[in-house]
Each structure stands twice: as C-alpha cells, then as structure tokens.
C-alpha cells in the first residue's frame, strides 16, 4: 500500500509517541523490576542481555527467555503487550533475514526442496540467531518500560559516565518531544494546503523544507534555552542531584541478576 | 536612594538591525513597571540587557550600582549573587522548561547556585506548592498544559527567592483563566523589596500589574507615567502601534476611532 | 542500519564499544575546549533534529522509500565532534527509551554510523566544498556526495562486522553462532539496499537542507565552511591539525578492524567444514568454496604472509577479497583526503589559527 510521505511520517510519530506514553504507564506500577534500584535494573538487564549473547547453546537462551517471561509477568507487563510490540515484530524482521540461512549454511543436509537442501546447522543457527534476539529484545523492553526515563538517566550516571552527556541525553530526550509536535504542526499545515497527490520529487522538496525550517527552529530553540540555562544560575558546570539508596532489597536483586547470568554464561558456554 | 537599574544612552543591535538606540532609564526598589510596545519594539531585548543575558553595544547597564558587562558576569562573586537576585521569565515557556521533569526543573536553579541538598529539596517544595503544581512533580514538561507550563516557569525562578522579577509577556498565549491567575500570583507576590518589570502588549493587564508604565517606540522611550496617563493618551498609543483604529460606517457617515480591547466601554 | 541485540558475539560488541568509547571521550575532550556548557543545548537539540528526521519516510527514484540518518547535516552545522556526539545521543535515545536498536550493539551502532559516518561525512564535504562561497551550487553538491558516501561507509562496515561473525563464532558443527551470513553475503546484502535507498535518501536531504540553509539562515554554514573570514565558534576548537589524529586514526581503525576482530576471535583451529576437511563430523561438503580470479587471490596472498601455519582457507574466499578492496577503498578515501587538505593548506594562508 503506497502512502504518501506525510502520512507514513506521522505515523511513525504517532508511533513513538504512543511508545512512549506506554512505557510511563507500565514505569508506574507496583512489580518486581520497579521495585528495584533503576541501577540495579539497568545493570541486571543488562548482564542478562550479556548473557543472551555469550550463550552458545540454545537450551540456555531459551531458559533465558523464559525467565524474562517470568520477570515481565512478575512486573506486571502484560504478555500481548510484549508480544504484539516485541516478538511478532522480531519474528518478522529477523525471521526473514534468518530465513535464507537454512538454505545457505553449510553442513548436514536433513531435507531437499527441490534443488536447494535444508542443512542441520542452517536449522540451529537460524533458530538461535531468532531465539537470541527474541530473548535479547525482550531484556531491553523490559527496562525501557518498567523504568522511567529520568531514571534510565541516573543509571547511567552511576555508570559512570560524564554529566555532561547526561545533561544532553535529558535535554534531547526532553525536545524530541517538541520537535515531533512542531513538525507533525507543519505537516498538518501544508496538508491541509495541498490538493491531490504530489509527485515523489515535489515531495521530497517539501520534506527538505521541513526539515530546513525545523532546523532553523531548533537552532534558535537550542540559543534561547541556553540564555534560559544562564538566567538561572548556570555557569558552564552541570550539577546533578542523586537521591538514590540501595537497599536489601535492591543487593538481593543484583545478587539474583548475578546468579542468573553467571550461571547462563557458564552453562552456555 | 540610588536606583536598581540604571541604563545610560544603550544601544543594542541585533544581527545588525538596531534594537535599542539611546535608551536612558532607571528603575527604583520595588516598583512594579510595565513596558509595552508593540512587537519588534524592544522589549524582550530590554528585559535580557537587565538581566545580563546580552549586553549593550554602547551605553551602559548597572544593577544596584554594578555593572552589567560580560567581563563581570564572568566574575563568580558577581554573578551567583546577581543570578539569585534577578530572575527572568521567558515568553516561550518551552525554553525555559529543559529538564526531564518538573521537580527536576524547580531544582536547576538553586543546584546551579550550589545550595545544600536538603535545602534544595526543602526550597522546591515550597514553590511548588506556592505554584499549585505539587501533583506535577513528576510530570516531564510535555506533559503539561499551556497554564501549568506558566506555573511551573514561574515557580522554577521564585524559588531562589528572588528580588527582582522580569517577566516577558507573562499572559500571552494562555486561556482567560490562567490569565488571571498569573495576573493574581504577580500581584500577591509582591513584598516590600520585590521589583517587578512586565513586558505585555496586553494593555487591559497593564493597571493590574504596574504603578508606572514606560511606553517604547523605536527602540527608545516614547512616554512614561501611570497607567491611568499613559492608557488615556490614544494618539501615543496609535503611534506606537498598540491599539489599531476601526472605520465603520453608520449610513453615510464613516467614523474611525482607536480601539483597545478592553474591559472599558468605548464610545461611538 | 541499525544491528539490534544478538547479531554480534559478545567479543566483537566489546571491540566496538571500546572503538565507540575513543571516538566519544575525543569528541568530549575536543569540545570542552570550546566550553561545553555552551554546545550543550545545540548539540542535544541537534540529537533531537536528528532523531526526527531518521523518522521521515523520504520517497526516492523509483516509487521506493527510504530513511536517512541526518549525520551529513550535523557534521556541517556543528563540525565532526559535534555530531558524534549528537548522533550517538540520538541512537542511544532510540535504544534506551523507544526499544528500538540494541544495548549491546550500542557502541558498533554507534561507532559505525555516528562516528565513522560524522568523520566520512565531514572530510568529504570539506573536500569536496574547499574554496567554495557560501552560496555555491558546489556545497549542495558536496553536501549530497558526502551524505551518499557517510551512509554507505557506515553501512559498509555493519555489512563488515556482520559478515566475519559465522567464519569466526560457530561451534564444532559449523553453526554460526550469531550473525549467519559471510561476507560474500552479507556485503552485498547489506550494500544493496545502501547504495540505493538509504544513501541516496541521505543524500537527498542533506543536500536540500543545505540548500535551504544557504537561502534562509547561511550563518549555520559558517562554522565547517572554511572561510578563514568567518571566525567559526565550535571550528575553532576541531582545526584541521588537532582533527588530523582523529582522521588518521579512523582509517587505520577501518583497515584494521578486520584485523582486530580476527584477532580477537576465537577458535582458530576450528573451521567451517566446508572449508578444511580436518573435522571428523563432515562427510558432506554441501557449498564447496568458490574459485577465485586469480588477481584477487594474489592480493588476498598478501595476507596469508601474517598466518603463515594456519593459511586458513577463507582468505581465498571471494568475499574476503570484496573485504580488503571495500576497506582498502574507504580507508584510502580518508587517507587521500587527509593528503588532498595538507597539500590544500599549503596553498592557503587564510587559515584561522589554533
């Protein structure tokens, strides 16, 4: 189905939007990932990503995923939630790519179609390679969702990296907004002004002007928010505020994410 | 006793288009001043140069006896006193709301100013309740509706507690009940020492909000006096570009007369 | 071109999150001179701009659609250190917040289309653009070739990192353990679709955007444009001989990469079956390995020289050979390029100081 670039544009806004407001919703109740230190959790999934990855055995990815499962019902996302965003949309893109390896990889042939054979390694590694993302995927959404932004933020800060980039992972974070909202504004505009179907190049001109005029704001945008970042005090040095306290609790959940993915590397080595 | 601000003969150009030309001014401790002025007069070009954010081509600007240059803003002993003293409020609430969250937001400016944690978190509190936006602490800024924005703008400067507010056309683009909220909480905030400097074209807020009102016309001071002298004066008011003239005709006749929007009658 | 979570095996991820680390504490290091609090709201309002533009479906030749990346135009506006940082804010925004590309391919994302993609991006436009007024048709120019060849050395080096993950992570039967495809398979996959769609949308927009920028707001140009005239704010700080270690170091990176990663990879006595009949398991060959014109093989020989026990028999491959040439190509690119300005300099004093 062709659709013009506008439409196909907001709909991905809407898109990420809608992503986004999803991922506030789930960060607000009360489950087993939000209870826990967004350090913690951060840190935890992604050993168990890790994990994922050094893996070479399948029984252990999917173990792995399983216990994703598990940690996703016990923080309460709901599994069509997961599996209408995550892994039907994994399958697709990845099982498409994974699909010609059964073809191509050498090794064993267990069946023939015709002149092309279906070998055993081609079976196995299109099956880990599917299962590894569908079970790596799945770790990261869990974070994304059950942890509000701010708090991904001050993760990373416990990460140890600069302020200053978290300063403008915030800032960005907090205009990508904006920018959506003024550029879906302009579409809006110039659709309303537009009779019938413009030709793919009259289209092309019209994003290159969006995208010029949204350059142009979000420079002069970035120039006014830096006077209002000086009005109130600030002097070149970003000063954080971090209130966070690690408790029982939150050791216990790095111990179990330890020992989870500990045992995952060892078993799947 | 000697004026807040004081600007001598100021000139300031932007992007090579003149802003201000020889604009000579004082402001007193505690005065609530309006200046209005249509768009492109000035006025938000004025309320940066009283707080530091851009600075005079020729002319001078000094805040209680200092003056406003670069070289001293660079100064830290000058510059976190002046940034807590003198607080200014955009007109585009979106560039003043850069931070993740609203807490977050109320909190920049006494971190920038290096205060202790616990009064930090007591300071913000306080101004959001103040604010009546307590229960958006942790909304992040996108979130929020066009008058909330205004009140947590406004709350992220009061809580250093400020001497001096600038506040740039603090009504525009808000519905008439967030209107005349912020005109109600810039009326109350007021104390004894708090000056308040508003740039409005919204001359119907003007005698709510100011005891003086300076009029500016191509980039210089066209007229200055109360509220009641400046808003009768309607060919001052035409020149300048604030109030716009109708034509109508009853039957044959044509009759123009300068129009403001007022609350007040105006008579045929 | 974005590699999600699994396709890369934990080495590689390691390798290009440390490539990732060098080109970021640079961009850092290189812009608090400049006085970062200053480029911190330009830089993340530039992520944002970046972000949303990846989002548009641009119509392309052909009734097809593609995305662009917006690197080439953050390499102009804001100069090569900015729009690392600027890009890799905006791919790690798409992975930590949307879900969308993964956490352990953060750093090989990042490396390969905010880093290797900004530097590409930004030596090719000053380049091609060199001499060139603000307002000539030259710079559009330029503008469109350095974003068709940023996004296609980006993708060369995904199809690159992609395409060595089953010769050298596969267990004892030969199943690839991560990325399933070689070389052979994975260049032109990969390349296909860049060359076409992806390059050619980046193209399309850089350029007009800088030829919007040239009508409605050229101080933005400014900057990268090195007109000695103009004295540029964040160019000050990314002059040519301090950017010099940055390039140099990049291409040797590029060359070297294969190198690295194959040194870092595991297993050298286990092959593919296919290709050496030491392990036992096989007794069918299913794809025998492709003969190779003998020119590439005696260039592909020049490798062997290194390893001469091992002398593994993928060097013969013909997608190795696509390898060294692809490479060799881009990493000449940035060489040639490096060689091309200092010879320029010479020529012109106009040059703002260090």
Redesign the interface.
Known sequence: MKRGFLEATTLGFARAVTRAMLSEQTARQRGLLQSLDPRVRAVGLFMLVLAVTFSRKITVVAGLFALALAIAVLSRVRISTLATRVWLVVLAFTGVIALPAIFVTPGNPVAALGSVTITEQGLRTAALLILRVETAVTFTTLLVLCTPWTHVLKALRALRLPKEAIAMMAMTHRYVFLLVETTSQMFESRRSRTVGILRPEQQRHMAARTAGVLLSKSVSLSNEVYLAMQSRGFRGEVQILSDFHMTMWDYCGLLMFLLAGGIAVWMGR | MPPLFELRDVSFDYDGVPALRGLSLQMMAGERVALVGANGSGKSTLL?LL?G?CFASRGTVSFDGQPLTAEHLAD?RF??PF??RV??V?Q?P????????VF?EV???P????WP?ET?LAKVTEALDLMGVAHLR?R???RLSGGEKKRVALA??IV?DPEVLLLDEPTATLDPRSQSQVIDLIHEWKGSSKTVITATHQLETVADIADRVLVLETGGVAASGTPQEVLSNHDLLLRANLVHAHQHSHGGVVHSHPHIHSHSEHEH | MHIPDGYLSPSTCAVLYVGAATGWCSALKRLKRVLLGRVIPLISVFAAFSFVVMMFNLPLPGGTTGHALGVTIAAIVLGPSGAILALSIAIAIQALFFGDGGISTLGANCFNMAIVGAVVAYASYRLIAAGAALASRRRVAAAAIAGYLAVNAAALLAAVELGIQPMLFHDASGTPLYAPYRLGVAIPAMMIGHLTLAGLAEAAISAGLVAYLQVADPGLLRSTSGIAADAPELATATHARSLQTLWIATAALMLATPLGILAAGTAWGEWSPAELPKVPVLSHDVNSPQSVPTGLQRLSNLWTAPFPAYAPSFVRSRGFGYLLSAMFGVGFLLAASLVLRLLLRRYRRREYPA
């Open positions: 940066r707080d954010l830290d510059a976190f940034r807590r607080a200014l955009f585009n979106d560039v003043q709301l850069f931070n993740p969250t977050d909190a920049f400016a971190l920038q100013l290096q944690k930090v942790e992040p800024p996108y992220s400067v250093t």
